[in-house]
């Protein structure tokens, strides 16, 4: 059983004037954050990605993003969209945008099938939270029920 990554991307970027943030150049040689969130959760022991994207945007995460860790991780993509909810509820009339990180994770439900952490696509993390979060889910594995999150000092 693989510890995945699940990168929440699927963020309209409103407040970032266009283009898509999440696969904005912030590096001296071109990196998205994504590269070294990736970088950093692979040195941790992580080997699965999820990608929560919108359909529309899968092109550019596969050439940008996915087509460069695939040879080291099981890359997944899944689409978050507005009308996959619970039979249950309702998708108000005109409803477009994501539900946000519990809809993300909800939109995961077919791909894993075991450890897992969720980070947001343009944040920045950095390597101590990815080597401690990585070394709690491997101390639960197989087991049910157990959460955790890591925060910054």
Same mark, same amino acid.
């Given at each position: ?7 929440m991307?699927a ?12 696969l904005?150049?912030?590096?001296p ?18 080997? /699965? ?5 919108? /359909? ?7 050439d940008i ?5 695939e ?14 909810? #619970?039979?249950?509820?309702?998708? #108000?009339?005109?409803?477009e /945008? #994501? ?15 075991? #450890? ?27 087991? /049910? ?9």
């Open positions: 059983m693989k510890t995945a990554l699940v990168i991307a963020g309209i970027g409103s407040r970032f004037g266009g283009g898509i943030k999440q904005a150049a912030v590096g040689n071109g990196e998205i954050i994504m590269d070294f969130s990736l970088y950093d959760a692979y040195q941790a022991g992580f080997r /699965k990605v999820v990608f929560v994207i919108k /359909k529309e945007r899968e092109a550019d995460f596969r993003v996915g087509s460069h860790v040879s080291r991780m099981d890359v997944q993509y899944v689409f978050q969209s507005p009308d996959d909810v #619970p039979e249950w509820f309702t998708v #108000p009339e005109g409803r /945008k #994501p539900w946000g990180t519990a809809h993300a994770v909800r939109a995961c439900r077919n791909v894993i099938d075991g #450890p897992f952490a969720v980070i947001n696509a343009d944040d920045f993390y950095g390597q101590e939270a990815y080597q401690t979060i990585g070394r709690y889910l491997r101390s639960v594995a197989g087991q /049910k029920n157990h959460y955790c999150m890591v925060g910054d000092r």
